[in-house]
């Protein structure tokens, strides 16, 4: 009986993902078919350039972004047709999703949603930026507020060349703490990106702890990708329900960090006093791209990217290899785990999209190896499987 009972400690949580949504590639609700003709003549829609990454529910709605990497990218910011979830409808609007609009989205690669209905959307403000050298189009990065019931722009701030360099800077994802109106922002130019919303101003942090660690190799799903492709420094970023704590971690990277948040929302404390707050915490077992904590009880999630897994562990628990537990693993639909987001039903939503395929151009898009992108949920809250 003990040593059925210590087997069993030894397996994952066991939590069956479900795929909502999956695509071989992505394609838009056209005005008509010849907008579509048109996008593709002119190169505006590269179906093999359109990858899908960013994710967030509100309501009944799925809201997914399109990371404009390359050219061809037609909308960056979208809503799944309810009619069809296969259809990703430009949000709000075709007008707003042109990138010569100076009112317009210029690439949107993730975004939250409060309590209120309130669309937090984090431009980059680059295009281009993994094509071909003189393809890229630097420019300012952009924090934008927008009412999802009215559609409006409730507030907005251009962020200047020091706090993310037109050249470099890359906003990755965003957490909130509603309640006393700040976001946090992962630039993987090394850096977090703090931002007031009552007084509309923002702050740079950087610091060492955010850069990449080079040491860190990358096998997937037997495919070995060394040290020197994926590079990216900080990228997973998470907050804690009561918004005193926020984690983070580079992609290329084992190591988690933590600060204090009272330190972060106090902008005349300066980059060294930060650093000298910095918790490393320990190793995660895998390389991670995007992370959350839990709606409902204090997990932190993190996918494995060379693992094809979802972990979790318990922030009041020592951050150590036996305490990051095993939700699940799945060689399809935990491929390259990416952003998440909570479900009002208690389930945890997530995007695969086997970026290391789509980066190395080695993305089957004929179908014949099945899906390249997908929005797959699991049962980790409330219910039969709540985590005690």
């Given at each position: 009986?003990?040593?059925?009972?210590?087997?069993?400690?030894?397996?994952?949580?066991?939590?069956?993902?479900?795929?909502?949504?999956s695509w071989v590639s992505l394609d838009f609700a056209w005005d008509s078919s010849a907008?579509?003709?048109?996008?593709?003549?002119?190169?505006?829609?590269?179906?093999?350039?359109?990858?899908?990454?960013?994710?967030?529910?509100?309501?009944?709605?799925?809201?997914?972004?399109?990371?404009?990497?390359?050219?061809?990218?037609?909308?960056?910011?979208?809503?799944?047709?309810?009619?069809?979830?296969?259809?990703?409808?430009?949000?709000?609007?075709?007008?707003?999703?042109?990138?010569?609009?100076?009112?317009?989205?210029?690439?949107?690669?993730?975004m939250e949603i409060d309590s209120k209905g309130r669309m937090w959307i984090i431009d980059?403000?680059?295009?281009?930026?993994?094509?071909?050298?003189?393809?890229?189009?630097n420019g300012p990065a952009k924090i934008s507020v927008l009412d999802l019931e009215t559609?409006?722009?409730?507030?907005?701030?251009?962020?200047?060349?020091?706090?993310?360099?037109?050249?470099?800077?890359?906003?990755?994802?965003?957490?909130?703490?509603?309640?006393?109106?700040?976001?946090?922002?992962?630039?993987?130019?090394?850096?977090?990106?703090?931002?007031?919303?009552?007084?509309?101003?923002?702050?740079?942090?950087?610091?060492?702890?955010?850069?990449?660690?080079?040491?860190?190799?990358?096998?997937?799903?037997?495919?070995?990708?060394?040290?020197?492709?994926?590079?990216?420094?900080?990228?997973?970023?998470?907050?804690?329900?009561?918004?005193?704590?926020?984690?983070?971690?580079?992609?290329?990277?084992?190591?988690?960090?933590?600060?204090?948040?009272?330190?972060?929302?106090?902008?005349?404390?300066?980059?060294?006093?930060?650093?000298?707050?910095?918790?490393?915490?320990?190793?995660?077992?895998?390389?991670?791209?995007?992370?959350?904590?839990?709606?409902?009880?204090?997990?932190?999630?993190?996918?494995?990217?060379?693992?094809?897994?979802?972990?979790?562990?318990?922030?009041?628990?020592?951050?150590?290899?036996?305490?990051?537990?095993?939700?699940?693993?799945?060689?399809?639909?935990?491929?390259?785990?990416?952003?998440?987001?909570?479900?009002?039903?208690?389930?945890?939503?997530?995007?695969?999209?086997?970026?290391?395929?789509?980066?190395?151009?080695?993305?089957?898009?004929?179908?014949?190896?099945?899906?390249?992108?997908?929005?797959?949920?699991?049962?980790?809250?409330?219910?039969?499987?709540?985590?005690?």
């Amino acid at each position: 009986m003990l040593s059925c009972l210590l087997t069993l400690s030894l397996l994952p949580l066991l939590f069956s993902s479900e795929i909502l949504v999956s695509w071989v590639s992505l394609d838009f609700a056209w005005d008509s078919s010849a907008q579509k003709t048109l996008f593709l003549k002119t190169g505006r829609y590269i179906p093999e350039n359109c990858a899908l990454a960013g994710l967030k529910l509100y309501k009944n709605d799925i809201y997914v972004t399109v990371p404009r990497w390359l050219r061809g990218v037609p909308s960056t910011l979208n809503k799944l047709s309810p009619n069809n979830h296969s259809i990703l409808m430009p949000f709000p609007s075709w007008d707003l999703q042109d990138p010569s609009n100076p009112n317009g989205f210029k690439y949107i690669q993730s975004m939250e949603i409060d309590s209120k209905g309130r669309m937090w959307i984090i431009d980059v403000g680059r295009l281009n930026i993994v094509d071909d050298p003189q393809s890229v189009i630097n420019g300012p990065a952009k924090i934008s507020v927008l009412d999802l019931e009215t559609q409006e722009i409730v507030k907005s701030l251009e962020l200047s060349n020091e706090i993310a360099p037109y050249n470099a800077s890359f906003l990755n994802d965003i957490v909130l703490d509603e309640e006393r109106g700040f976001a946090y922002i992962s630039d993987t130019s090394a850096a977090v990106i703090i931002y007031d919303f009552n007084r509309n101003v923002a702050r740079r942090w950087a610091s060492d702890t955010m850069k990449n660690e080079p040491e860190v190799n990358f096998t997937i799903d037997g495919v070995s990708y060394g040290n020197k492709v994926f590079t990216t420094a900080v990228d997973g970023i998470a907050l804690t329900r009561d918004g005193n704590h926020l984690f983070y971690c580079a992609l290329q990277g084992l190591h988690l960090y933590t600060i204090k948040t009272e330190l972060l929302r106090d902008f005349t404390i300066d980059d060294d006093i930060l650093e000298s707050n910095v918790r490393n915490l320990g190793v995660k077992k895998a390389p991670s791209d995007g992370m959350t904590v839990g709606r409902h009880d204090d997990m932190l999630y993190f996918g494995g990217l060379t693992t094809d897994a979802l972990y979790r562990w318990d922030i009041r628990e020592e951050f150590n290899q036996e305490n990051q537990k095993i939700v699940e693993e799945n060689s399809e639909n935990l491929h390259w785990v990416d952003t998440f987001s909570w479900g009002e039903d208690g389930h945890l939503v997530m995007t695969s999209n086997k970026l290391d395929l789509f980066f190395t151009k080695k993305m089957d898009f004929t179908g014949e190896n099945g899906e390249n992108f997908r929005i797959v949920k699991v049962k980790v809250g409330k219910g039969k499987n709540e985590i005690k």
